[in-house]
Each structure stands twice: as C-alpha cells, then as structure tokens.
C-alpha cells in the first residue's frame, strides 16, 4: 500500500482535479484522503510542514507539494502513456495554473456573490493574505469574462490540429487546460456554455476529457494514510544540482514557500536542489521522517 499514490485532495478543488485526470490518463489505482477546504486540517499539515494547500500526493514516506511537481513525479514513476512530450508543456502548465486561474476565479466568485459562505472568505484570506472581496470580483466578471473566452479561443485554435492539444494523444497541456474548464462549468455551466460559445472543437474536447474518468480509486482516512508515512522511508534522493545559483548544500537547514499564495513557511533540511524541484527533509511525531518536495518554479527557497 505505501508504494501506492495517495492523494490528499477535496471533490470541488480544481488542481485536485488535474491530479484525478491524469490518473484516469494512465489508467493508474491511487487512493484518495479526503481533507477538509478550510482549516484546519489536523491530519494534513503534519504531513506538508504546514503547507495547507490542495491537492498534495503522498507515496510512502514522500510528500509532493502542488500539482507541478505532483505531475512530474506521476509522469517519472508511471511513465505510459507519456504525457509529457516537452519542456514547454510546462509553460503551458504554469498559465493554465496561475494567468488562466487568476481569470476563472473573479468570474466564478462574483457571479456566486452574497451565496459565498463567511467562513470560506475568511480561510482564503488567510490563505491569500489580501481580502477576498466578492464585490470587487462581482464588478471585474464581465471585463474578465472577455480575456477568459481570449484565452478558451487559443484552446479551440489549437484543437485544429487534431483531438488534443498536446499532439496525437492526451497529455500534459490537456490536463493543465482543463482545469479551468471543468472548474467554470462545475460552478457555473451556463456561464461555460456562454464564453465558449461557436468552439464547436473546445466542445468535442471537452466531452473526450470528461469520458476518460479517474482511474480506480479506493478510499482511505487522514490517520490512517499518516500512520503510511509512519512506517515508510523516504525514497533516495535526486541528484543535486551543484551549480543552483544559491549554492545551496543538501544539509543545510532551509525555508519553501510558495511565491503567490498560501506562503506558509515550510522548514527542513536540504536534501537536494534539482533543476526542477527542491526536497527536504523534515520530522514529526504523526508521521516521522518524511521528504517534501516542492516546485522550482513558483516557489522560494531560503537559507536558515
């Protein structure tokens, strides 16, 4: 079982969502830890450090924090059908995560309005460290609706080519795109409809992205995927890139954090700097010694 993917994730999270599609993608068995959207989450912080945002993948004793690091580890250890065909489909990841989200959540909140409950203004808050101001989100929808459709033409142009955008068959760009997509037409399907409305291929797209499924899931509680990582050991390490411009040396006691948002501080000792990830390691007593792993892209790294 602790060779198997666990994933910390919740129904409506739309990155969790990137994570399910690509398992369904691979055909993969995975196992789903259901955590709460708002805080506290008792048996998910002592797993990330305290990094509190969703999804992240657990394997063992590992703990892969945000999609893009949780994507590329899934792509490494379950290689077919390869989902990755360029260094550029990371590019399109990081759009699809950061220019095309920052778009789809405006619209989705203020369309919602007064329906948005109290408490959830108050954790993404916290989690944003800005306010969460449906209000200002309500009177920026309708100007944003028209870059979200921008960006649904490029999708659409791109399916000219064929069924998918990532070449002749699903990958990478597809999971990154639709993410947004499934996460306007979750909320607000009339919407969806209306922004893509005369993307006669977005539309095809859609319904072949939607059929493909989640691959084989069975469930699993917080403690009991805690007491997993308890009886695991970390995976070895990657290999260290000697020459990351901070010339930062695997033991040596270091801060992550995300560089947008949720920039809770995660602190550990360095196991490795890659090219694409940073890994370190951290104890505590629900779980033991676990490795984190975090983005290079998208995320801070501090000498203690």
């Given amino acids: 079982m602790s060779s198997q993917p666990i994933l910390h994730h919740f129904e409506a999270s739309p990155f969790s969502e990137k994570v399910r599609l690509l398992f369904g993608l691979k055909g993969l068995a995975w196992t789903s830890v259901e955590i709460p959207s708002l805080m506290p989450k008792p048996d998910y912080t002592p797993l990330t450090g305290g990094y509190r945002r969703t999804p992240s993948l657990q394997i063992g004793a590992d703990v892969y924090c945000d999609t893009q690091v949780i994507l590329a580890e899934l792509e490494a250890r379950y290689p077919a059908p390869p989902l990755v065909r360029g260094g550029l489909d990371w590019a399109i990841n990081l759009w ?42 309500k009177a920026a929808a309708l100007p944003l609706s028209g870059q979200w459709r921008a960006q649904a033409a490029w999708i659409d142009a791109q399916l000219d080519k064929g069924d998918w955008l990532s070449g002749p068959q699903a990958g990478l760009a597809d999971v990154a795109a639709w993410m947004n997509v499934w996460f306007l037409g979750r909320n607000l399907p009339d919407m969806l409809e209306r922004l893509t409305s005369g ?9 072949r992205l939607a059929a493909v499924g989640h691959g084989t899931r069975t469930e699993m509680t917080g403690p009991e995927a805690l007491a997993v990582a308890r009886a695991a050991e970390p995976a070895p390490a990657p290999h260290h890139d000697a020459a990351n411009p901070q010339l930062l040396a695997p033991g040596a006691a270091v801060t992550v954090m995300a560089d947008d948002y949720g920039r809770d501080p995660v602190h550990g000792t360095l196991v490795a700097a890659t090219l694409d990830r940073v890994v370190i390691a951290r104890e505590d007593p629900a779980v033991g010694k676990v490795h984190a792993h975090f983005p290079r892209t998208g995320y801070l790294v501090f000498a203690a």
């Fill in 96 to 137: 699809a995560d950061r220019l095309f989200f920052q778009t789809t959540v405006p619209i989705i909140f203020g369309e919602l309005g007064e329906h948005v409950p109290a408490a959830f203004i108050k954790d993404r808050e916290a989690l944003s460290g800005r306010p969460f101001d449906v209000k200002a989100m």
């Fill in 199 to 207: 993307f006669d291929r977005l539309a095809a797209w859609r319904a």
